[in-house]
């Protein structure tokens, strides 16, 4: 079966080569008519044959043609399909033959989107994508399909649309390599029977609406102010358990109460005109008032010997 594109749709890919891209056909076009003329002159001036001879050395260069090295050329007998020619130099037969077109068999890149398309959660996006792919069986691709490089772009375009239409909005943005895969598998299934593989696909871009993308902007900020709030709660309880933990070890040991009080007070008085409230039973349970006495001495010693 030969697919055919709409020609509203469709866009012309076909290559073919003309007398300036074939330099050995321009040569030897040009040196078969030298002859002809130099024969006319010197030997005959039949005008018979020198029309005869600029005809014939007219099919003899129509029937030079190259490919180049990346390229493959699709040769039709008589609108028949006979063979594949190149790359490089090759020879038809004038008039009988014909090269319909060059098929490229290097790496091709083809863009396509989905615009406003649904989700399954019913949310309209733009997408934009990209499918890398090569003709691996140029006969198929010239004698199954026409245009196509417009038939791939199409049905990358089908395709994309319909595996949005499956998927929902976290899965589009949270999976796009799982989302290019798919597409990629069912390219593969449509394009291999027209000797066309597809190697790659990438998902370029996902536009959401601007409401949608400000309300999911709030909605992330709202969860991660929560997740502080949590953290903030989970570090007061694991506070508290130590603070609980170290009045049981005071609670036991009242000397040691009493070295963490003198410890706290030290650290206070060590900054420069710091200012410490004290209750006065601290002060009367720990004789913090002595000791804190003896400090405040001892620094205005250290002052005035400065």
């Not at 037969?93 to 649904?118: C, G, M, S, W």
């Not at 499918?131 to 399909?145: G, I, N, P, Q, R």
């Not at 009242?254 to 601290?282: H, T, W, Y």
Request: charged content about 20%.
């Amino acid at each position: 079966m030969r697919i055919k594109i709409e020609p509203e749709l469709r866009r012309t890919h076909i290559h073919r080569k003309g007398a300036c891209n074939n330099p050995i056909a321009f040569t030897a076009l040009v040196i078969l008519i030298g002859l002809n003329f130099l024969i006319y002159f010197l030997l005959s001036k039949n005008d018979i044959t020198l029309v005869l001879g600029i005809i014939l050395a007219t099919l003899i260069a129509s029937s030079i043609h190259i490919a180049d090295q990346w390229e493959k050329a699709v040769v039709l007998r008589m609108g028949k399909f006979i063979g594949l020619k190149g790359p490089g130099p090759f020879v038809i037969i004038p008039i009988v033959d014909r090269v319909h077109n060059y098929i490229d068999q290097r790496v091709r890149v083809t863009d396509f989107k989905a615009e406003e398309t649904l989700t399954k959660d019913t949310v309209p996006v733009n997408v934009d994508a990209v499918v890398y792919w090569t003709v691996w069986d140029v006969e198929k691709a010239a004698l199954e399909v026409q245009e196509y490089t417009s038939a791939v772009a199409y049905i990358a375009q089908t395709g994309l649309r319909d595996i949005i239409g499956k998927h929902e909005l976290a899965d589009l943005l949270q999976n796009r390599e799982k989302i290019g895969e798919a597409l990629q598998t069912t390219l593969d299934e449509n394009t291999n029977p027209w000797g066309i593989t597809c190697q790659n696909v990438g998902i370029k871009d996902i536009v959401i609406p601007a409401a949608l993308a400000d309300a999911m902007s709030k909605q992330a900020q709202a969860e991660r102010e929560r997740q502080a709030r949590v953290i903030l709660g989970t570090a007061e309880t694991e506070i508290s358990a130590k603070f609980a933990q170290a009045s049981e070890n005071y609670l036991n040991n009242p000397v040691a109460l009493q070295l963490r009080g003198m410890n706290m007070l030290f650290e206070g008085l060590k900054e420069k005109g710091s200012l410490i409230i004290v209750p006065s039973s601290a002060l009367e349970s720990m004789n913090l008032g002595a000791i804190g006495g003896l400090s405040a001495l001892a620094e205005q010693q250290t002052n005035a010997q400065k």
